[in-house]
């Protein structure tokens, strides 16, 4: 397989183009030829003229590529080696969503002929791609697993917004269903994957190693901000403190702040769902992910009540929230919790306006119900700088002071302004 996709006699197809699939496919379209499936017209179209839907690429990017996309599933019936990355959500009960990653699945099932590869890219669960993905493939395409299609699980480890660690950049796990899979599955991302492979022994390690990275993340930072609640009833900084306990050459480099996304504020649930299915009540996940869920009503209360000191009226003070992305630099909203602060300030009767550079106001409207302004209007009781874009960090204690009433309150919610300001109000966690 691997030889023939370098080769160029046979074609990779890659299910799914969004914050991962894209840039695999065109990095792997560098080298080979490939095909790019997407189920929404509207962004093939985008794609077809070079343009990123999730803006995460430039138009460069797509430059010397063999990419033919697609939104037609008759399209992938010329494919030999299929990897699936869509998107794995959570309910709104908080269980894994496996509606994307078993349709993608049910699409490449209907294409599937004897000699195929899938490999699955999307975060899941320990055993979903075997107990889940495999029978229904079989299912569909009428082909016995491992005798005429082998499958295999390559977890994505793309951080959006990072320029730096970015996919040919970062290790990549590798598995297959048998020996030859694994190999061969391990040499195909070797041809993009400069950072090198590393062969895991069976594809529920590799999903497990998967899970486990933003699991490790969330349960750090579900302490950070625990420390966070109990300094603030100390009065003391947590960043400061943060920054004195970090001298020691093994004190880890976690933060407080709302935890979002649709990694590390999601992945979690996955595995405490399949630990509950052996029995097993996973104590410290989800304390963390209490932690974590609860953070930004927590914030909103202490806006509050500090507000409440300074104001005799809160349904007459006005709020200004800077940034409702889920993290600084991206137009990704997915499972933004700053949304969460916005509600909870409004619940106590405030004016909020949330203004952000990089997310996309339709989105934004459509998925959480606000409208973001253009530029702040007038004065504000609190600025709530809720995200770490470049512009917000470059703003001194004028620039804020300016869009303020007398006594209004700054809310650093990443500690961007620690040891700048000097005369205002200011609340940091």
Not at 255 to 276: E, Q, R
Not at 405 to 417: I, Q, S
């Amino acid at each position: 397989m691997y030889k023939e996709l370098v080769d160029k006699k046979k074609t990779m197809a890659v299910i799914g183009l969004g914050y991962v699939g894209l840039p695999i496919a065109l990095e792997f379209a560098k080298k080979i030829k490939v095909i790019g499936f997407d189920i929404r017209e509207d962004r093939i179209e985008q794609m077809k003229r070079r343009i990123d839907p999730s803006n995460e690429l430039e138009a460069g990017d797509f430059d010397g590529t063999d990419i033919t996309f697609t939104a037609n599933i008759d399209d992938l019936k010329t494919a030999d080696f299929y990897i699936v990355a869509v998107p794995t959500p959570i309910d709104e009960h908080k269980k894994p969503d496996l509606r994307p990653l078993l349709s993608a699945t049910r699409t490449v099932g209907k294409v599937l002929n004897k000699g195929n590869y899938v490999v699955y890219e999307s975060t899941v669960y320990p055993g979903c791609t075997e107990e889940d993905c495999i029978p229904l493939l079989s299912e569909i395409s009428g082909l016995e697993f491992i005798t005429d299609y082998k499958v295999g699980f390559s977890p994505e480890r793309i951080n959006p917004g990072d320029k730096k660690h970015t996919l040919t950049s970062i290790t990549k796990v590798t598995s297959g269903c048998d020996a030859e899979s694994a190999e061969e599955i391990a040499k195909t991302y070797e041809i993009v994957i400069a950072a090198g492979v590393h062969r895991a022994s069976s594809i529920k390690v590799a999903e497990a190693a998967k899970i486990i990275e933003n699991t490790q993340r969330d349960i750090n930072i579900a302490f950070m901000n625990e420390l966070s609640m109990i300094f603030n009833k100390m009065n003391i900084n947590t960043f400061e403190v943060l920054e004195a306990a970090g001298t020691k050459w093994n004190f880890l480099p976690f933060f407080p702040g709302l935890v979002g996304g649709h990694c590390i504020g999601v992945d979690p649930y996955y595995l405490t769902h399949k630990s509950a299915m052996y029995g097993h009540h996973a104590q410290i996940i989800n304390a963390g992910r209490g932690i974590n869920d609860g953070m930004a009503a927590w914030v909103a209360k202490q806006v509050t009540i500090r507000l409440s000191h300074q104001f005799t009226n809160l349904k007459d003070c006005r709020v200004l929230v800077m940034g409702t992305t889920f993290k600084e630099n991206v137009s990704d909203i997915r499972n933004s919790k700053v949304a969460d602060v916005v509600y909870e300030l409004k619940d106590f009767g405030m004016g909020v306006e949330v203004i952000d550079p990089y997310a996309n106001p339709d989105e934004v409207q459509e998925e959480y119900g606000y409208s973001l302004i253009e530029k702040p209007s007038g004065k504000y009781h609190a600025v709530v700088v809720a995200v770490s874009h470049a512009e917000y960090a470059e703003m001194d204690e004028a620039a804020l002071e300016a869009l303020l009433v007398e006594e209004g309150l700054v809310v650093d919610l990443k500690g961007l302004y620690r040891n700048r300001i000097k005369k205002l109000n200011y609340w940091s966690l």
